[in-house]
């Protein structure tokens, strides 16, 4: 792409690759090569074609002679990896643009290595402003209530090792100011190793502190819960079966004298009560 012939390629210098460089600028980025500072030089730029077209490249600069300086550089061509970089950055930001609206924080979990990616809503969520939380998995394993470890641990491992085809967790992490916020995390892994190892998880956080706040409420004070049910259901029962009795004994006494042994008959049948408690 860059020349034709072997020729043109003997006369190749690093201004037909970059026009836009000077040589001093070329012989500065040589200088750490000839002070022996540097064994090799490694820099992305941009070449040029002969057509006049552009592409990415990688360059690796090295000294190989002292006495009569030989430099030798190899270009790699990058376009393919900076087209791919490029479609996930954009990829990226349209979930990022999606998890905006939903509150969700979002990370990303480099097993080998403990580096996590976190999105601003993750800090956020916990007070932080975007750029102060540190991008590892330190930086939620601090945070993580102590008595909640255990079963994150368990949960997480299992998932790990292939047991559950995702990992969730309800747990505490501290806030900023020191209190705790519910979290509900959820995750799984994304990639693997030719051996099987996971190598990569993605999951997300969600603030669930209202809703657990609700739920200790509610189991503290369900039996209380309990017996106010019931007095209304009874309630509305006995009220049921007073407005029959009523009924009864109200028409009982404008009808027949049969019609008296008829509501008495209801009365015992429905209501379970003796004859003689309404005479």
């Given amino acids: 792409d860059v020349c034709s012939s072997d020729l043109e390629l003997h006369d190749l210098t690093p201004v037909c690759l970059k026009p836009e460089i000077t040589l001093e600028a070329f012989t500065e980025l040589l200088e ?37 300086p030989v430099f030798v550089a190899i270009a790699l061509d990058i376009t393919k990896r900076r087209e791919a970089e490029e479609a996930l950055k954009k990829s990226e930001e349209r979930l990022e643009l999606a998890l905006a609206g939903t509150g969700l924080g979002l990370w990303d979990w480099n097993i080998q290595t403990d580096e996590v990616i976190f999105n601003d809503t993750w800090g956020e969520m916990l007070g932080y402003d975007p750029g102060e939380i540190t991008q590892n998995l330190e930086a939620w394993s601090s945070r993580v209530h102590p008595e909640d470890m255990p079963e994150i641990l368990e949960n997480l491992n299992d998932h790990l090792a292939g047991k559950t085809p995702h990992y969730e967790s309800k747990h505490r992490l501290r806030r900023k100011d020191g209190g705790w916020e519910w979290i509900l995390d959820r995750g799984k892994v994304v990639e693997w190793d030719k051996e099987g190892n996971p190598l990569r998880a993605t999951g997300t956080h969600r603030n669930i502190t209202k809703e657990k706040e609700l739920e200790i409420y509610y189991d503290h004070y369900k039996d209380s819960f309990s017996y106010v049910r019931l007095y209304l259901k009874q309630r509305d029962k006995y009220f049921f079966y007073s407005v029959i009795v009523l009924s009864l004994l109200f028409l009982n006494s404008f009808l027949p004298n049969d019609f008296e042994i008829l509501s008495k008959s209801l009365i015992e049948k429905k209501i379970g009560l003796r004859s003689e408690e309404h005479t």
């Fill in 32 to 68: 750490p090569l000839r002070a022996g500072v540097r064994e090799t030089v490694h820099f992305s730029t941009v070449h040029q074609r002969k057509d006049g077209s552009r592409y990415p490249v990688e360059v690796h600069l090295q000294l190989m002679s002292d006495a009569s």
